[in-house]
Structures are given as C-alpha cells and as structure tokens.
C-alpha cells in the first residue's frame, strides 16, 4: 500500500506522518518537494504529475493556505492552494482509483444559530478563506467519488505556535487578559484528526465506510474565553507561574476585536454522520487540550 501525503509539516501533516505510516508506505511531501516530485499547491500541474508518477492507492492533502485574515488581501493565492490544485489532484487520483482525503472547516457555515452543523446544512462562508475551503470541497467531490472531505474545526498541536501557547505566554507576561466568548466550537487536537483519519482512510480502503462529507471535531464545546481559562487552570496545576490567572481573563465580545476576516459565532459541528459511518468515538475536547498542556509545559510531571 502505498499512501501519498501533501502538507506534511503542518500541524495535521506532521501527526498523519505518524498516524498513517502503518497503513503503508506514506511518501511525505512539504512545499519544496522531494527531487523531482512536486508538493506545491500554487504548482496544479507538478501536483497532479507527482500522483500520477507514484500512484498511490490513497492521496492524503492536509496542504492548506491557513492564514484566515491574510486570505482577505490573497483571494487568488487561497484560492489556487485550497481549490484548483486540491481539485487537480483528486481528478488525478480518480484517474489512478485511488482515494483522495481532504480536510475542510467549520468556516463554511455562517455561524448563526446554536444548533451545531450538520454536513448537509447551507454553507454562507463569511470569509475569503472560508470560500475558498468550500470551493476546494466542491472540485474535489466533483473530480474523485472515493473521497473523504474531513470538516474540523479550532485545530491545535503540541508542536508549533496555538492559541494555547499564546495564552499562557501573555498569562505570564500581564496581570489581565481579554479574550471573545461568543465564538462557540470545540479545539480539537491533530492527533485526535490524524488518528481519524488513519482509521476512516483504512475503513474506505477496506470498502466499509462511504466516501463523502463528515464533520470531525472533539465532543463537547467551549468558546475562546472558556479555552483560554482551561488552559491557565490546567498551567496552575502543574505548577506553571502567572501574573494572570484563570480569573483575570476577561470575557469580551468579538466586535471589541475587529478582524479583516470576519469569523462565525458558532462553529458546533455536529459529529454523528462520522461515528455511525466509522464506529468512531471522539473524546471530550478537556481531554486533548489537557494533555497538550502537559507537553508543551517544562514544569508539568507525567
Ligand atoms: P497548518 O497551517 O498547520 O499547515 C498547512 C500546511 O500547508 C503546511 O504544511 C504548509 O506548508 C502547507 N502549505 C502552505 N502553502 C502551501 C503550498 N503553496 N504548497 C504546499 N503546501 C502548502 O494547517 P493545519 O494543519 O492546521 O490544517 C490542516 C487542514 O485543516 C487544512 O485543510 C485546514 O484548512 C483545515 N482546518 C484547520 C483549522 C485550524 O484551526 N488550523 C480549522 C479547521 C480546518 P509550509 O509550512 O511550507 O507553509
């Protein structure tokens, strides 16, 4: 079995390095490639050539363009790296029957509302990157019927700069902190998405399981507010010091915090298409983001 993986350095690539290798041989490409093999998503044509020489019997993409705000003033760059080229590629591995996952976000749904998003509710993108994801879902369900579009939502890793990360270094730095709360979802961790994936991937493979859309987030759901106070609680006790604690961060509304891309109050996706079509669980989001903590901090004991 050979397993072809784009976007491998980033948070979810790294952990699917890990997660799918022992599906098969898993060929890791980043953005500069490996020889003569192409990894660049601004490249549809050197990406779609690099399926069709190794031809694998799966193609895994977790190369995104990420930069929410950034994608405000780089429609055309977005666009190119989460729709033409993941389109190319899909359409490619069609050609090869090969699989093709792809992952996708909560950013698609406009936010109103409470109820958490089910795959098949009206996606409103509000954002350019959020357009551009669900164009990029679109081309590859078009080009590949063996697909599996994955839609997670606040992803972190121990590895790299999070949100967590940046809580606790301000927590260290001031005495007070203000973060939004009426923006509602659930963090979920890339080796939670990644282990999904190995699995549904197999499941597919195997033919159990149904190619299509499936929403993949931790159970449970919190806002950035309540994360951030998680975060500084599961810090305290494991000895880390701060200015500011779990009660000096202040809940604030997002209009206090203008952004150029305007962001969904509800993210909730609802998870039971995935674990009635996988025989899936997934944990509470305390659970991930707890030992998270407890990696990245020096202080934390096992
Ligand atoms: P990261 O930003 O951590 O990683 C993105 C990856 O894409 C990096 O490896 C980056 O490589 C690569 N990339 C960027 N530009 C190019 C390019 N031109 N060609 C090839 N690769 C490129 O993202 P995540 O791992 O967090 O995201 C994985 C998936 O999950 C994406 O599809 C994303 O849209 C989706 N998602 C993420 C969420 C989040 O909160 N992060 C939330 C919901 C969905 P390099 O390091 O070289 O730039």
């Given at each position: 079995?050979?397993?072809?993986?784009?976007?491998?350095?980033g948070?979810?690539?790294?952990?699917?390095?890990?997660?799918?290798?022992?599906?098969?041989?898993?060929?890791?490409?980043?953005?500069?490639?490996?020889?003569?093999?192409?990894?660049?998503?601004?490249?549809?044509?050197?990406?779609?050539?690099?399926?069709?020489?190794l031809?694998?019997?799966a193609?895994?993409?977790?190369?995104?363009?990420?930069?929410?705000?950034?994608?405000?003033?780089?429609?055309?760059?977005?666009?190119?790296i989460n729709?033409?080229?993941?389109?190319?590629?899909?359409?490619?591995?069609?050609?090869?029957?090969?699989?093709?996952?792809h992952?996708?976000?909560d950013?698609?749904?406009?936010?109103?509302?409470?109820?958490?998003?089910?795959?098949?509710?009206?996606?409103?993108?509000?954002?350019v990157?959020?357009?551009?994801?669900?164009?990029?879902?679109?081309?590859?369900?078009?080009a590949?019927?063996?697909h599996?579009?994955?839609?997670?939502?606040?992803v972190?890793?121990?590895?790299?700069?999070?949100?967590?990360?940046?809580?606790?270094r301000?927590?260290?730095?001031?005495?007070?902190?203000?973060?939004?709360?009426?923006?509602?979802?659930?963090?979920?961790?890339?080796?939670?998405?990644?282990?999904?994936?190995?699995?549904?991937?197999?499941?597919?493979l195997?033919?159990r399981?149904?190619?299509?859309?499936?929403?993949?987030?931790?159970?449970?759901?919190?806002?950035?507010?309540?994360?951030?106070r998680?975060?500084?609680q599961?810090?305290q006790?494991h000895?880390?010091?701060?200015?500011?604690?779990?009660?000096?961060?202040?809940?604030v509304?997002?209009?206090?915090?203008?952004?150029?891309?305007?962001?969904?109050?509800?993210?909730?996706?609802?998870?039971?298409?995935?674990?009635d079509?996988?025989?899936?669980?997934?944990?509470?989001?305390?659970?991930?983001?707890?030992?998270?903590?407890?990696?990245?901090?020096?202080?934390?004991?096992?």
């Amino acid at each position: 079995m050979k397993i072809l993986l784009f976007g491998c350095t980033g948070q979810v690539g790294w952990e699917l390095q890990r997660s799918l290798a022992p599906l098969g041989d898993v060929v890791a490409l980043g953005t500069s490639g490996q020889g003569a093999l192409c990894g660049d998503f601004l490249d549809a044509e050197g990406v779609a050539r690099t399926v069709r020489e190794l031809r694998p019997q799966a193609v895994v993409n977790a190369a995104a363009y990420t930069a929410v705000d950034k994608a405000e003033s780089e429609p055309d760059r977005a666009q190119r790296i989460n729709a033409l080229t993941p389109g190319a590629a899909a359409a490619a591995a069609a050609e090869l029957g090969a699989w093709f996952v792809h992952y996708s976000t909560d950013y698609v749904f406009d936010g109103s509302g409470t109820r958490p998003w089910k795959e098949d509710d009206a996606p409103d993108p509000l954002n350019v990157y959020g357009r551009t994801k669900l164009a990029g879902e679109r081309q590859v369900a078009a080009a590949n019927p063996r697909h599996l579009v994955l839609r997670t939502s606040w992803v972190y890793a121990a590895r790299g700069a999070n949100f967590a990360k940046t809580m606790l270094r301000l927590a260290r730095e001031r005495e007070q902190l203000k973060v939004v709360d009426d923006q509602f979802g659930a963090p979920t961790g890339a080796d939670l998405l990644a282990d999904v994936t190995a699995h549904a991937l197999r499941s597919a493979l195997a033919g159990r399981g149904q190619a299509g859309t499936y929403h993949v987030a931790a159970a449970g759901e919190t806002n950035w507010h309540g994360y951030a106070r998680f975060v500084l609680q599961a810090a305290q006790r494991h000895g880390d010091i701060l200015k500011a604690g779990p009660e000096q961060v202040l809940p604030v509304p997002s209009s206090a915090y203008p952004t150029p891309a305007r962001r969904p109050h509800n993210s909730r996706l609802d998870t039971s298409r995935l674990r009635d079509a996988f025989g899936l669980a997934l944990p509470p989001w305390e659970q991930g983001v707890a030992r998270m903590i407890q990696e990245i901090l020096p202080t934390a004991a096992p």
